[in-house]
């Protein structure tokens, strides 16, 4: 062996002798995860795998940009490396149906793992009622409010909950008096009928009920809810009741 500080005063022939080198090899987590223990390799043919809560793990790269994968340390690297491991945040989809019953198209929504969500408002129509709330079958129990938070870290498909539309009645009564027993609301289980009472009007007769305000159409025997669903008026028709008076034989209106 050579040691490089003794004269050379003839020729000589030097060979080299070499020793296996080894580098450190460091692993940087980005905050998820268990980082593995530092090694002293000059080949790693298989890099750790990770696992961390609410991420999934993409792999190593030799940058903290994420721009050059690492799949293994190859034989013949040289020098101290760092390793940054590559997460995505796991997501859950939330997926809007309408039901049978529903109508609307509305689209996906994405949740990010451990960031809760608003749930959307009323964004579907049925005839004759009204959106309130989500459930997780379609025509089941409400579970979820509309702008509700969702915050399960898991996918979930919402339908419509529904409730019965109360609409009003208006009675345009032209100088009567209604009967107290006329409904002031209706729904659509009363699509077989509301038997209406008649108004009164001293010195009139009561002629019906009508929806037309010139009294055009047929008069409402029965007030039936029907499509279109909606807040109705009844207007009152009435005629003026005509006294004859008879005095001295004769007679004068």
């Known amino acids: 062996e050579y040691d490089w500080e003794t004269a050379v005063n003839e020729n ?16 940087d987590v980005n905050d998820h995860g ?9 080949y790693l043919p298989i890099l750790p795998k990770l696992k961390a809560d609410g991420f999934a793990f993409k792999g190593w790269f030799y940058d903290g940009s994420f721009t050059n994968p690492a799949n293994q340390v190859t034989k013949g690297s040289y020098g101290d490396i760092t390793l940054y491991a590559y997460w995505k945040i796991k997501e859950f989809v939330i997926n809007y149906q309408a039901g049978e019953e529903g109508v609307n198209n509305v689209p996906p929504v994405v ?4 960031e809760p969500i608003t749930l959307l408002g009323a964004v579907y129509q049925r005839p ?3 959106q309130d709330g989500w459930s997780t079958v379609d025509n089941g129990e409400k579970v979820y409010d509309l702008n509700g938070l969702y915050t399960d870290n898991k996918p979930v498909q919402l339908f419509p909950h529904w409730k019965k539309v109360a609409y009003t009645i208006t009675y345009v009564l032209n100088g009567g008096v209604n009967d107290a027993e006329n409904p002031a609301t209706y729904t659509l ?10 108004a009164t009007r001293v010195g009139y ?7 037309a305000e010139d009294f ?3 008069k409402i025997a029965k007030f039936q809810a029907k499509t279109p669903y909606g807040n109705k008026t009844l207007y ?5 009741i005509v006294v004859t008076v008879k005095a001295e034989g004769k007679s004068c209106d």
């Open 12 to 27: 000589i022939s030097l060979y080299a002798k070499w020793e296996k080198g080894s580098y450190k090899v460091t692993f």
């Open 34 to 42: 268990t980082a593995p223990a530092e090694l002293n390799v000059g």
């Open 111 to 114: 949740k990010k793992y451990g």
């Open 128 to 130: 004759g009622y009204e």
């Open 189 to 198: 289980d009363d699509s077989t009928g509301i038997t209406l009472k008649n």
């Open 205 to 211: 007769k009561f002629e019906g009920w009508y929806e």
């Open 216 to 218: 055009s159409g047929s």
């Open 236 to 240: 009152a028709k009435w005629s003026q």
